[in-house]
């Protein structure tokens, strides 16, 4: 399926409107709206206007997982879960039995492991075959990588695990991340990208040139959007 592209002006509010949407009608339709974290700086703001949207779906039917962790306690400023919890999870009413937190201050296989475990048990619970999100929320790197899938990383190639510890070129170094399989069972998979320099990384992504870590990101039965804004 051709991508659908959406260039919007106002980045955090647009991108806010059309999640929520997506929400409102996953709860319509199937009672539940699994959404996938994006972290990194690009999404606070959008996380921010979901908060305090008077659009709001019904909370207490989201159920939030993160597209990747970095391995560092949930209070530290690194933390993806951290920057989710001060944008959107302490102004929503979610319950928390319904947040797969990675644990980042934890052994990263264990850690890996136990959340995968976590989403295995609602698969299982829903005759799934593989945790089915309704959206899963991506950012992009110069590089082409998302979430915490690098160019050349060994994470690229795995083809059973959903959660696996790997190595960024950044600091903090050590992540755990979403695979493949996980990312590409999703009903509907977004990028959310606000900086016009990354624009040659996108059209190379679209036009099937290079080895972006991202273009591998093709949902088997589902939907992909990129959400594009102006930058700042």
């Not at 009672?31 to 996938?36: E, I, T, V």
């Not at 915490?148 to 960024?168: N, V």
């Not at 040139?209 to 589902?222: F, L, S």
Request: aromatic letters at 6%; charged letters at 20%; a neutral charge.
């Amino acid at each position: 399926m051709k991508p659908e592209l959406l260039h919007v002006k106002d980045f955090a509010s647009d991108a806010a409107r059309w999640i929520l949407a997506c929400a409102v009608q996953s709860i319509a339709t199937r009672g539940l709206f699994r959404l996938a974290l994006a972290g990194g700086e690009t999404p606070a703001a959008v996380y921010s206007e979901m908060a305090r949207s008077s659009d709001a779906p019904d909370w207490s039917r989201v159920q939030i997982t993160f597209g990747d962790e970095r391995c560092v306690p949930p209070d530290d400023a690194q933390s993806n879960y951290l920057m989710a919890r001060r944008s959107l999870l302490d102004h929503a009413p979610i319950p928390s039995g319904n947040i797969f937190r990675i644990a980042g201050e934890a052994d990263p296989d264990h850690a890996a492991l136990q959340c995968e475990a976590q989403l295995r048990a609602v698969a299982t619970r829903m005759g799934e075959p593989c945790y089915r999100h309704d959206l899963v929320l991506l950012g992009l790197g110069p590089d082409g990588h998302t979430a915490s899938l690098f160019p050349g990383s060994p994470a690229l190639a795995e083809s059973q695990r959903w959660l696996i510890p790997t190595i960024g070129p950044k600091p903090p170094p050590q992540r755990i991340t979403m695979t493949y399989p996980l990312l590409n069972a999703a009903r509907h998979v977004a990028f959310l990208v606000n900086d016009p320099k990354k624009q040659p990384v996108i059209d190379d992504i679209l036009a099937h040139r290079g080895n972006h870590p991202a273009g591998a990101v093709q949902p088997t039965e589902g939907s992909l959007t990129w959400i594009i804004g102006p930058g700042k």
